[in-house]
C-alpha cells in the first residue's frame, strides 16, 4: 500500500483533530491539566507490526477495543501499560495515593478514558466519510499486546493506521497507542475520500 | 432494531424486567421511554418523565461535555460509556440508607426511522455494592502494605541491634577469656611451684579452682554457640552430605556408618550440621561400646521421620527428656539442648525413643513441607 505523503499529511491531521477534541474533553471532566504530544501517524503492513517493538515483550497492557462495521469496518484499539495506566487513572480521579493497581473501578475508568480517544478519532473520521458506520460496545482487556496478533491474524486487516501519543498528567508521563486495523477495502475507501476532500480544498483555493 | 419509539413503545417493555436503568431520549433530550428499574431507582414514574426533558432532573447533562459526547451520540457516533469514578450519579437516585446509588452508564445511539437522526439510549448499572466492595479491598490492601513497611523497617531496627549486641557479646567474651587464660596459668604456676602441698587442705581449694575455672570456659563457649543461632536464614540442606562429611572426620573413623538418608533435604538452620555432629558425638561418649550407627528416613503421612540408631549401650528411661536439658550429663550438657534449639527454629522436633541396652535412637520429626527430596528415592 503506498500513501501519498499528502494523504498521510491529511490522516495526521485527523488524528490530530480527533485527540485534541478527547483530551480536551478530558479536561473538562478531570481534575488534573492533561496535556498530549503531537501524535505520530504512520500507516503499516500487519506483517510488520511484530517488528515495531511498541511495548516491551510480555508487558501487561490495558487495551480498550471497539469494532466498527460498515462501508467502513475494522477495530480500534487503544493500548495503555498497565502499571502506569493505573497511575493514569489515579492522577486524573485525584485518588490518594495507593498501590498503582487495576481493580476493577479503575478499568471502568480507563474504559472511559479509552472510549473518549477512540471516539475522537472515529468522529474525525466519520465527518470525512460522510457514511453511517455501526459500532459494538467497546471491550476492555489487559494482556499482553501479542492479542493483536490475533485480531490481525483473524479480521484479514489490510493496513493498521498506528497512531502514539503521550499522556503528560501532572509528573507522569504515560504513553498511549492507537491502532486503527482497517478490514479489506477500508483504508482504500478512507484514501479516497481523503484525497476527495483534497481535491475539493485544491479548487476551492 | 428499536425505530420510531413514540408509535412502537409497547415493544421496549421488556426493558422493564431488567435489572439496570433504561432510558431513551431524543437529540432534544426528551425522555421517550423510562424503564420500571429507574422508577424505583429514582422515585420519578413513568409518566411523570415521558415527554419531559431529561436535563430538568439530572442536572449534570447540561455540562457542555456532556452536550458534546452525547451530540456524537446523536449523529450515530460510537458508543460512549460513563464511568462511576468520574460520573458518580448520572441519574440522582437515593438509596435506603440515603446514600446516592453509584452508576456506570453505557449511552448507544438509536437508529430512528428518519435518516440520519438518532436517539440516545442510557443504561445504568448500579455499582455501588461493587464500588464499595473494591474500596474495602483498597484500604484492606494498604492497611496490610503499610504494616508491612513497618514490620521491614522494625526488622532492619532489630537487625542493626543484634549485630551491635553480637558485637559487644564477642568483645567480652574475648576478654573474659584472657583473663580467664591468666587465672588458668597463675593456678598452674601455683601447683607447679609446690608452693601448696597436695596434703593440706588448701590443696584441694586449688582442685575445685580448676572445675570453676574450666565451668566458666565452657560457659563462654555455649554463649558462643547460642549466638551463632539463628543469625543467618534457613535454608536446605543435603543430610546425606553432612552425615557423610562427619563420619569421614578422625574422631569417628573407626564406626560403621550407614546413611540411608540419600536425596533428603532438610530446610533448617545453618547450625543444622553441628546436631548431626552431636548425634555422632554423644554415641561415642556415652554410648560406651558403640560400633555401628544408622541414619534412615521413615515417611509418614504429613512428616518424614530422620532416624540415627546406634547399637551402645541406649538411654535409661528416666534420662529420655533429660537429655535435652541444659547442664545435664557427664560432659559439658549443652550439646542436645543447642540441638533441640537449633531445630526448633524451623518448627522440627527432636526425641530419643531407643531401647536402654540396646542402643540410642533419635528421632527428627519434619513436617513435609521442610523436607525434601533432591532426588528420586
Redesign the interface.
Same mark, same amino acid.
Given at each position: 500500500m503506498i500513501v501519498s505523503p499528502e494523504d498521510l499529511d491529511f490522516l495526521m491531521e485527523l488524528m490530530n483533530i480527533g485527540v485534541g477534541?478527547a483530551a480536551s $474533553?478530558l479536561n !473538562? +471532566?478531570?481534575s488534573s491539566h492533561i496535556r498530549l504530544s503531537v501524535p505520530q501517524v504512520r500507516i503499516v503492513n500487519p506483517s510488520e507490526i511484530n517488528s515495531l517493538n511498541l511495548v516491551p515483550e510480555n508487558e501487561i497492557c490495558a487495551q480498550v477495543k $471497539?469494532d466498527?462495521s460498515g462501508p467502513f469496518s475494522g477495530t480500534s484499539l487503544l493500548v495503555f501499560p498497565a502499571g502506569s495506566a493505573a497511575t493514569l487513572?489515579m492522577t486524573i480521579?485525584g485518588e490518594e495515593p495507593?498501590?498503582p !493497581?487495576l481493580?476493577?473501578?479503575?478499568a !471502568?475508568?480507563l474504559? !472511559?478514558v479509552g %472510549? +473518549?480517544f +477512540? %471516539?475522537g478519532v472515529?468522529?474525525s473520521i466519520?465527518n470525512v466519510l460522510r457514511q453511517? +458506520?455501526s459500532?459494538? $460496545?467497546?471491550e476492555y482487556y489487559e494482556d499482553r499486546l501479542e492479542i493483536i496478533k490475533y485480531f490481525i491474524e483473524n479480521e484479514k486487516s489490510d493496513g493498521i493506521i498506528l497512531t502514539t501519543t503521550n499522556f503528560y498528567v501532572e509528573n507522569i508521563d504515560v504513553r498511549g497507542i492507537i491502532f486503527l486495523m482497517l478490514d479489506m477495502g477500508s483504508l482504500n475507501l478512507l484514501l479516497e475520500k481523503i484525497e476527495q476532500v483534497d481535491t475539493i480544498e485544491s479548487s476551492g483555493s | 432494531m428499536i425505530k420510531n419509539l413514540t408509535e412502537t413503545g409497547e415493544d421496549l417493555s421488556l426493558f422493564d424486567f431488567l435489572p439496570v436503568g433504561i432510558c431513551i431520549i431524543d437529540p432534544d433530550y426528551n425522555v421517550l421511554f423510562w424503564n420500571r428499574c429507574l422508577e424505583n431507582w429514582s422515585g420519578l414514574k413513568t409518566g411523570e418523565m415521558t415527554g419531559s426533558d431529561l436535563r430538568v432532573k439530572c442536572e449534570k447533562l447540561k455540562s457542555s461535555h456532556f452536550i458534546k459526547r452525547f451530540g456524537l451520540i446523536f449523529s450515530g457516533g460510537p458508543p460512549d460509556g460513563f464511568s462511576s469514578q468520574l460520573h458518580k450519579y448520572l441519574i440522582p437516585s437515593e438509596l435506603h440508607n440515603g446514600k446516592m446509588r453509584i452508576q456506570h452508564t453505557t449511552v448507544i445511539a438509536l437508529q430512528t426511522e428518519v435518516p440520519g437522526k438518532y436517539n440516545a439510549m442510557i443504561i445504568c448499572e448500579d455499582v455501588t455494592n461493587l464500588t464499595n466492595e473494591v474500596q474495602a479491598y483498597r484500604s484492606m490492601r494498604d492497611r496490610a502494605l503499610m504494616e508491612l513497611d513497618e514490620r521491614v523497617k522494625t526488622e532492619n531496627a532489630l537487625r542493626i541491634v543484634n549485630t551491635k549486641l553480637n558485637l559487644m557479646n564477642s568483645i567480652t567474651r574475648h576478654d573474659i577469656l584472657n583473663q580467664l587464660t591468666v587465672a588458668i596459668i597463675f593456678r598452674d604456676m601455683i601447683e607447679q611451684d609446690n608452693v601448696i602441698p597436695p596434703e593440706k587442705k588448701a590443696y584441694g581449694y586449688l582442685n575445685k579452682m580448676e572445675i570453676a575455672l574450666n565451668n566458666i570456659q565452657q560457659h563462654i563457649s555455649f554463649t558462643k554457640d547460642y549466638q551463632d543461632m539463628g543469625i543467618k536464614s534457613p535454608n536446605w540442606y543435603d543430610i546425606a552430605g553432612i552425615v557423610d562429611k562427619i563420619s569421614r572426620s578422625s574422631s569417628f573413623s573407626e564406626l560403621e556408618v550407614k546413611n540411608g538418608l540419600r536425596g533428603y533435604e532438610i530446610y533448617a538452620d545453618p547450625l543444622f550440621e553441628k546436631v548431626i555432629y552431636t548425634l555422632f558425638d554423644n554415641a561415642v561418649r556415652h554410648g560406651k561400646k558403640v560400633t555401628r550407627i544408622e541414619f534412615s528416613a521413615v515417611e509418614e503421612d504429613t512428616s518424614i521421620s530422620i532416624v540415627c540408631e546406634d547399637n551402645g549401650i541406649g538411654i535409661p528411661v528416666n534420662d529420655k527428656e533429660k537429655i535435652f536439658e541444659r547442664g545435664f550429663g557427664e560432659h559439658t550438657g549443652l550439646g542436645l539442648f543447642l540441638s533441640r534449639d537449633i531445630l526448633s527454629i524451623t518448627g522440627i522436633s527432636i526425641k530419643e525413643n531407643g531401647k536402654p541396652g540396646v542402643g540410642a535412637r533419635f528421632e527428627i520429626s519434619v513436617s513435609k513441607d521442610m523436607c525434601r527430596h533432591s532426588e528420586p528415592v
Open positions: 477534541k $474533553l !473538562e +471532566i478531570t $471497539l466498527f487513572v480521579t495507593g498501590a !493497581e481493580d476493577s473501578i479503575r !471502568e475508568t474504559k !472511559e %472510549n +473518549i +477512540i %471516539n472515529m468522529g466519520g453511517h +458506520i459500532y459494538s $460496545l467497546p | -
